[in-house]
């Protein structure tokens, strides 16, 4: 039946079916470990987590009206930078605009709310400047910077940007959020 002179695999065969077999292996390896990616931790922070920050900001909690998104109410704007929950309640802001940023969208993650001048490249390197805010109750200097930790280590750690361009008073500013 079996003729031992006939042999049924040539070279040539095993060469195909072991590059079919090598290939294969190599996709593998290579994309099997994508498909957890979506359920693995990220190492930096999401865009997506400070793009909500920036839009929960400009659009609900500092907006003069939520059908004016970007333009801030100058003492919801005081009061979340100042911490100060007594203006928010005299103003008609919104619950916690003495909050954080943090604390407000329910964060783990450390972040640093600027609003700074159009043109200003670097907002954590101007974390003094102040702008007068015209309320209802008074003029305030108010320091338009709020981080929940100390931002001079931002450098060295992966952050996460976001920006909106928003007015106070007529006077456009930028709304930069970093999350870290």
């Known amino acids: 039946m079996w003729d031992e002179g006939r042999r049924a695999q040539t070279p040539i065969d095993f060469a195909v ?11 593998v ?38 059908t004016e998104p970007g333009v801030l109410s100058p003492a919801c704007t005081a009061a979340f930078f100042e911490g100060n929950a007594t203006l928010g309640n005299v ?3 919104p619950d916690g605009v003495d909050d954080d940023a943090a604390t407000q969208f ?3 993650e450390e972040v640093l ?15 003094s400047s ?16 709020r981080t929940t930790d100390d931002p ?3 450098a060295r750690r992966d952050v996460s940007v976001s920006q ?7 006077d456009q500013y930028r709304l930069t959020v970093q999350v870290w």
């Not at 994309?31 to 931790?41: K, L, N, R």
């Not at 909106?164 to 007529?170: N, P, T």
């Open 130 to 145: 102040t702008v007068a805010v015209e309320t209802r109750h008074a003029s305030r200097d108010v320091t338009l910077n």
């Open 106 to 108: 329910g964060l783990d």
């Open 152 to 154: 001079s280590g931002l």
């Open 29 to 66: 390896v290579a994309f099997v470990p994508t498909v957890f990616d979506p359920f693995s931790g990220a190492a930096t922070a999401s865009p997506v987590v400070s793009d909500r920050v920036a839009a929960g900001l400009a659009g609900d909690l500092l907006a003069a009206s939520p």
């Open 91 to 93: 103003s008609g802001c």
């Open 164 to 170: 909106r361009v928003v007015s106070i008073d007529g």
């Open 113 to 127: 709310v600027v609003i700074h001048a159009l043109n200003e490249s670097a907002p954590t390197g101007n974390a």
């Open 17 to 27: 079916g072991a590059s079919v077999f090598l290939l294969t292996l190599a996709f």
